[in-house]
C-alpha cells in the first residue's frame, strides 16, 4: 500500500482546508486515518475511516471541525478541516492499517502503511 499526502499549505484562523491522502490504486485495507504530529509532540491520532463501510471517528480535538471521508473508485481519502486553530498546526499523515481493529484504531502501531506527511500552518 503507498499513500500519497497532498493538500496542507498557510491559512488564516478560523478558514477551511482540505488535505487528500491518494492510495495506490491497489490497495486493500480495513482502516485508513490521519494522524498529526505538532514540534516537539508526538503524533495524535485526528480521524479514522472503515474503508468498506464508511464509518467515521474522530479525536477529540477536532469532533465538529474535521470531516474524514473517502471515496473508494479512486482510492482516495479526504480529511476536511474547517474552524481551523493555530493548535491545529502541525504536520499531517495518512495511514492504513490491513488487519486493524477497531479497538486499536487511534493507536500509531495499528497502522502498518503511511503517508510522508503535508504540512499544516494556521496563523492567528
Known amino acids: 500500500v503507498q499513500l500519497q499526502a497532498s493538500g496542507g499549505g498557510l491559512v488564516k484562523a478560523g478558514e477551511s482546508l482540505r488535505l487528500s491522502c491518494a492510495g495506490s490504486?491497489?490497495?486493500?485495507?480495513?482502516?485508513r486515518a490521519w494522524f498529526r504530529q505538532a514540534p516537539g509532540q508526538e503524533r495524535e491520532f485526528v480521524a479514522a475511516?472503515?474503508?468498506?463501510?464508511?464509518?467515521?471517528y474522530y479525536g477529540d480535538s477536532v469532533k465538529g471541525r474535521f470531516t474524514i471521508s473517502r471515496d473508494k473508485a479512486k482510492d482516495t481519502m479526504y480529511l476536511q478541516m474547517s474552524s481551523l486553530r493555530s493548535e491545529d498546526t502541525a504536520v499531517y499523515f495518512c495511514?492504513?492499517?490491513?488487519?486493524?481493529?477497531?479497538?486499536?484504531?487511534?493507536?500509531?502501531?495499528?497502522?502498518?502503511?503511511w503517508g510522508q506527511g503535508t504540512h499544516v500552518t494556521v496563523s492567528s
Open positions: 495511514a492504513a492499517g490491513v488487519g486493524t481493529i477497531l479497538s486499536a484504531i487511534k493507536t500509531v502501531s495499528a497502522y502498518g502503511y
Open positions: 490504486g491497489r490497495s486493500a485495507s480495513r482502516y
Open positions: 475511516i472503515n474503508w468498506s463501510a464508511g464509518y467515521t
